[in-house]
Each structure stands twice: as C-alpha cells, then as structure tokens.
C-alpha cells in the first residue's frame, strides 16, 4: 500500500502475557553512553494478566556538544474475556531530546577536511524535541467454524519541535569561509487507525489455503509551522571562518514569506486479500492485492488556499516458496507500493505537486533462509527496488515539472541470528546496494549515483 516504498519495519510490541517476566538492563559505553531499561510482567488473576516496559537513555557522542536524553514507558493489559476471546490494551509515552548535528559541510563536491567531531552552528539553539502518546486495544476471536477475527484501534498523538543553525552552503574555494544558515519547524500530529482482519484456513483437494481479508480505516491530522532563522535579526545568512565554525551569534526566529503555516487532513480507506497456498510438501505460494483510496486535504493559513488529492492505489503481491528440506526455504517475491506526491510526511501540497500521480516502487526479491538449529538462522537475499514518477524539473523549462524520473537500487544481503551457544547469542549481517539514477533530469544525469545510499552496511 502507502508508504512502503522501500520496506516497512515489523514493530512488535511486547504485551503483556500470563508467563512471569522479570528483567533490567544497564548499558554503558563510549562517548558517555548510559541506559537502562526495565521489563516486568506477571498473571494478576485468572483472565487478567499486565506487563510493564520502561526505559531511560542520558547519552553524549564522538562529536562535539553532541547530547541525548530519552524516556518511554509502556503498560500493557492482557484479559481472556472468554475461552476463544482475548482483548489487550496498551499505552506508550516516549519523549526524546537530542542536539540536531547536521554534520560537516562539501567541498569540491565532497566531504570538507574538517576534524570529524567538528560542530558547524551553533549547538545550543540546535535541538529536537519530541514526544509520543499512543494507546491501542486489540481484539481476538476465533469461531467454532475456525474463523479468527483480528481487530486493532490504535491511536496516536506526536508533537515534534525542530531546531537548528547548520552549514548552510559548501566551503568556498580557498578553504576558509562557509555561511551558515537556520530555521525551526513545529508539527503536530494525530492519528486514528481501525483495521479488521479475518483469518480463515481451509482446503481444496490436496491443495491447502489460508485465506486472509482485512479493511483498514485512519485519519491522520497535522498541523506544520516553519520559522527561518535571522542573525543578529537582520540576515539568513551568516559568513563564518572555516577554521571556527561553532558560534554563539544571536539568532532569532521568524516567518519568511514562504515559510509553512498549514494544516492537513489524511483520510485512508482500504481493502486487501490474501491467500496463502500451500500446494504440496515442498512449494507453497502466496498471492494478494490492496485497494486503497487515499484522500489528502491541504489547507494554506497564510493564504486561506484549500487544494486536494485523491488517489486511488492498487498494490499486489506475490511471493512462491520451496522447501527442498523442512530447515531450508528458498523464496521469490513481487510486490508494488506507492508515495503520494505531498512526500512522505504528506506535510505540503501546491498547484503543482496536486496534479503529480503517486511515485510507484516495485520490488523484486529472491532469497533463502537456514535454520541451522531450533535456535540459529542464516538468511541471504538478492534484491531490486525501480523507482518511477519521481518528479525533477524539465530539463528544457526548468518552470515545469515532469514524472520521469527513475531510479534503481540493486543489491544482495546475508544475516545470521540466534544462540551459537546457549551462552552466546548472535545478531548480525551485511549488506551491499548501488542505487542509481535511470533517467535524467536537471538534477542529475543518467547513470548518476543517488546520494545518502550506503555502499556496503555491516
């Protein structure tokens, strides 16, 4: 569906559960690193079990007047309302406050020769605060025909604050003199998700098929305001000696005429298929397909301008897998997911961007997983990631915007996870990807190699 574009991350909560848990970690490292973290949980009555996570982080980093400080707790109720119905319900807060470091400056198109713990800005106006409420409740329910009913509400609130003073251009010519540049930007958020899925196994001959269908509904409110920052009040740009690039000159805060001032409403409706076949004892094979219509309301308060898009995604997938013996599986899959053309945080739309269709991703992967052991895996994948309806300026009226960008990323990876030993457990991998731009535009040739991909990941 939406926002999937390179992948999704599984998020698994830890709920509560009728099992004792008893646990605390203490973490201590480098650079002023300390954390700790705390996980307890038990049976409070027969149909009534709770678990609580909290967490505390105070850390500093390699680079100069770099700080962060986090917190989050979690409770989590878990009641067995009946013998084939269980309900859990949970809260989170989390809050983190950390220095915003946007690192050192170019020079001749790359990296500057600046000390690598070097601050360009001023750090003690550079900061992110944000802060995290969410509360979910979750329902199942499995039927005397076989039937399970999954049901998940789940809302959420995020208040965000951005600030900072950076490198706001390449160092110049001679290596001693780049600009400096600041802004800050406010959002608020609220989201309100419903999704229901029913779950069904079943069998047609020899063939078996567990059959999923779910609806998912949401509403996602922001609120954004951009300041520009103004040294001494007056300039945006502030000429600083690239030997001493940490400063402490007054900035103040202020709308510029293009800053944001807006509000957004996100409204979601889908429905989606699956069935997973199981076609005999060495291949099974899955296939599905979301609809999804995906409604974005854009409203301007500076200058009470209202626009919209409504776009409507059709997004399959398949996958096929062999299992030539039962601890090895080898697999292909194809998938599509889309980006509506307000960006990924859906924060802006204009004339323009409104008539852009979604930017599509199609992915293709084939890999292979080994359960050396009950307790050890290794796993390796080769994959691809095409890009199109990216949007880039005409190279021939740079007044326009056009939607044939591509890219492409191609890489392969190898993981290893579980307990070499019952005392030694092990988590790790590596990965190598070249992203690349497949058609050119005025931002790029073709050919060009997309910035911010790492090479090779560890």
Request: aromatic share 10%; hydrophobic share 35%; no cysteine.
């Given at each position: 569906?939406?926002?999937?574009?390179?992948?999704?991350?599984?998020?698994?909560?830890?709920?509560?559960?009728?099992?004792?848990?008893?646990?605390?970690?203490?973490?201590?490292?480098?650079?002023?690193?300390?954390r700790?973290?705390?996980?307890?949980?038990?049976?409070?009555?027969?149909?009534?079990?709770?678990?609580?996570?909290?967490?505390?982080?105070?850390?500093?980093?390699?680079?100069?007047?770099?700080?962060?400080?986090?917190?989050?707790?979690?409770?989590?109720?878990?009641?067995?309302?009946?013998?084939?119905?269980?309900?859990?319900?949970?809260?989170?807060?989390?809050?983190?406050?950390?220095?915003v470091?946007?690192?050192?400056?170019?020079?001749?198109?790359?990296?500057?020769?600046?000390?690598?713990?070097?601050?360009?800005?001023?750090?003690?106006?550079?900061?992110?605060?944000?802060?995290v409420?969410?509360?979910?409740?979750?329902?199942?329910?499995?039927?005397?025909?076989?039937?399970?009913?999954?049901?998940?509400?789940?809302?959420?609130?995020?208040?965000?604050?951005?600030?900072?003073?950076?490198?706001?251009?390449?160092?110049?010519?001679?290596?001693?003199q780049?600009?400096?540049?600041?802004?800050?930007?406010?959002?608020?958020?609220?989201?309100?998700f419903?999704?229901?899925?029913?779950?069904?196994?079943?069998?047609?001959?020899p063939?078996?098929?567990?059959?999923?269908?779910?609806v998912?509904?949401?509403?996602?409110?922001?609120?954004?305001?951009?300041?520009?920052?103004?040294?001494n009040?007056?300039?945006?740009?502030?000429?600083?000696?690239?030997?001493?690039?940490?400063?402490?000159?007054?900035?103040?805060?202020r709308?510029?005429?293009?800053?944001?001032?807006?509000?957004?409403?996100?409204?979601?409706?889908?429905?989606?298929?699956?069935?997973q076949?199981?076609?005999?004892?060495?291949?099974?094979?899955?296939?599905?397909?979301?609809?999804?219509?995906?409604?974005?309301?854009?409203?301007?308060?500076?200058?009470?301008?209202?626009?919209?898009?409504?776009?409507?995604?059709?997004?399959?997938?398949?996958?096929?897998?062999?299992?030539?013996?039962e601890?090895?599986?080898?697999?292909?899959?194809?998938?599509?997911?889309?980006?509506?053309?307000?960006?990924d945080?859906?924060?802006?739309?204009?004339?323009?961007?409104?008539?852009?269709?979604?930017?599509?991703?199609v992915?293709?992967?084939?890999?292979?997983?080994?359960?050396?052991?009950?307790?050890?895996?290794i796993?390796?994948a080769?994959?691809?990631?095409?890009?199109?309806?990216s949007?880039?300026?005409?190279?021939?009226?740079?007044?326009?915007?056009?939607?044939?960008?591509?890219?492409?990323?191609?890489?392969?990876?190898?993981?290893?996870?579980?307990?070499?030993?019952?005392?030694?457990?092990?988590?790790?991998?590596?990965?190598?990807?070249?992203?690349?731009?497949?058609?050119?535009?005025?931002?790029?040739?073709?050919?060009?190699?997309?910035?911010?991909?790492p090479?090779?990941?560890?």
């Open positions: 569906g939406r926002g999937g574009g390179g992948g999704v991350i599984n998020r698994v909560t830890k709920e509560a559960g009728f099992a004792p848990v008893r646990s605390v970690w203490l973490e201590g490292g480098s650079f002023d690193h300390r700790g973290s705390i996980d307890v949980g038990q049976a409070l009555t027969s149909r009534l079990a709770g678990r609580f996570n909290g967490m505390y982080e105070n850390s500093g980093g390699f680079r100069d007047a770099a700080s962060l400080e986090r917190s989050g707790v979690n409770p989590t109720l878990a009641i067995a309302a009946g013998p084939n119905t269980t309900a859990r319900v949970g809260y989170e807060y989390f809050r983190d406050h950390r220095t470091d946007r690192g050192i400056p170019s020079f001749g198109g790359a990296p500057s020769p600046a000390a690598l713990e070097t601050f360009f800005g001023d750090p003690d106006v550079s900061y992110a605060d944000a802060r409420h969410s509360g979910s409740v979750t329902i199942d329910h499995r039927t005397a025909s076989g039937l399970t009913i999954h049901n998940r509400a789940r809302y959420a609130r995020y208040d965000k604050f951005y600030q900072n003073v950076f490198a706001g251009s390449a160092v110049n010519a001679d290596r001693t780049l600009n400096l540049s600041g802004y800050n930007n406010a959002q608020t958020r609220a989201n309100l419903n999704q229901t899925e029913a779950t069904y196994v079943a069998a047609s001959g063939v078996g098929h567990t059959l999923l269908l779910g998912e509904v949401g509403r996602q409110v922001t609120d954004n305001f951009r300041n520009t920052g103004y040294f009040g007056q300039s945006t740009s502030l000429p600083v000696p690239f030997a001493a690039p940490t400063i402490a000159t007054p900035v103040s805060f709308q510029s005429t293009t800053d944001a001032d807006n509000h957004v409403a996100a409204t979601v409706s889908a429905v989606y298929a699956q069935d076949l199981r076609l005999s004892r060495h291949w099974q094979a899955i296939a599905g397909v979301r609809y999804e219509r995906f409604d974005l309301r854009f409203h301007n308060n500076r200058d009470d301008a209202d626009l919209r898009r409504d776009d409507h995604l059709v997004s399959p997938r398949l996958g096929l897998i062999f299992k030539p013996v601890p090895v599986s080898a697999y292909a899959s194809y998938s599509v997911s889309h980006l509506p053309s307000s960006g945080q859906f924060a802006s739309l204009t004339a323009t961007t409104r008539t852009l269709e979604p930017e599509r991703f992915n293709y992967e084939v890999g292979a997983k080994w359960d050396v052991s009950p307790d050890l895996s796993t390796a080769v994959f691809r990631l095409d890009r199109t309806n949007s880039a300026r005409d190279p021939n009226d740079a007044s326009k915007l056009v939607q044939t960008g591509e890219q492409r990323t191609a890489g392969y990876e190898i993981g290893v996870t579980g307990s070499v030993t019952p005392r030694w457990q092990l988590a790790g991998g590596w990965a190598s990807q070249r992203a690349t731009i497949e058609s050119a535009t005025t931002a790029a040739r073709a050919g060009a190699t997309v910035p911010l991909v090479y090779a990941t560890a």
